[in-house]
């Protein structure tokens, strides 16, 4: 099975940061690459699919990159509503597994 | 609007069933895949099973392999997950999403949109 590993496990930033979190894959997944944002209490939210694209009416501050196994999720502007967790998955094969999160804490 | 609503989660023993639904509507359900993912509260994500969009091809992950089921009823625009000699392991909240597609071999593909969730706690 295909391993996927985020990191860091949290970070703390302020409004305004430039925000960068990593996910890499135990081995090659081609572009298929998502990237998630979860708030307390709420179902995730695609926000990124196959590495780089941008889902309608994800604001424009995030955006991905990479390929083969190590993929980058960055939010350009941190905005206040931006403070949750973020998962990566890899959408190659079955399983479908994603990496642990990251929480994107208030400093 | 998509909407996705779970049901069917509740209390049950370690080797106990339970079976999982969720309907569908604002799409044309039989014109996408469907699949399952469970959260432990607090903790991460994991994907469970996955169905093409006419029943056909299925998956799962391999822990659940044998004990889950996962079934679709486009008439009534619904999926399903059958879960069987459930363990305590399988505790979570249990999400249905859209998108994703399954081929006789794998798995594979994005889910755009998840509903709230249904909690299955399995204790003695």
């Known amino acids: 099975d295909i391993q996927m590993t985020q990191s860091p496990s949290s970070l703390s930033a302020s409004v305004g940061d430039r925000v960068t979190i990593t996910c890499r894959a135990s081995q090659s997944i081609s572009i298929y690459l998502n990237w998630y944002q979860q708030k307390p209490g709420k179902a995730p939210k695609l926000l990124i699919y196959?590495?780089?694209s941008l889902l309608s009416g994800v604001p424009s501050r995030f955006s991905g990159s990479g390929s083969g196994t190590d993929f980058t999720l960055t939010i350009s502007s941190l905005q206040p509503e931006d403070f949750a967790t973020y998962f990566c998955q890899q959408s190659y094969i079955t399983p479908l597994a994603f990496g642990q999160g990251t929480k994107v804490e208030m400093k | 609007e998509v909407q996705l609503v779970e049901s069917g989660g509740g209390v049950v023993r370690p080797g106990g069933s339970l079976r999982l639904s969720c309907a569908a509507s604002?799409?044309?359900?039989?014109?996408?895949?469907m699949s399952w993912i469970r959260q432990v509260p607090g903790k991460g994500l994991e994907w469970v099973s996955g169905?093409?969009?006419?029943?056909?091809?299925?998956g799962y992950v391999d822990r659940v392999k044998g004990r889950f089921t996962i079934s679709r009823d486009n008439a009534k625009n619904s999926l399903y997950l059958e879960m069987n000699s459930l363990r305590v392991e399988d505790t979570a909240l249990y999400y249905c999403a859209r998108g994703g597609d399954c081929t006789s071999t794998s798995c594979y593909g994005i889910s755009d949109h998840w509903g709230q969730g249904t909690l299955v706690t399995v204790s003695s």
């Open positions: 196959t590495a780089s």
């Open positions: 169905i093409n969009w006419n029943g056909s091809n299925t």
């Open positions: 604002g799409f044309t359900f039989d014109d996408y895949g």
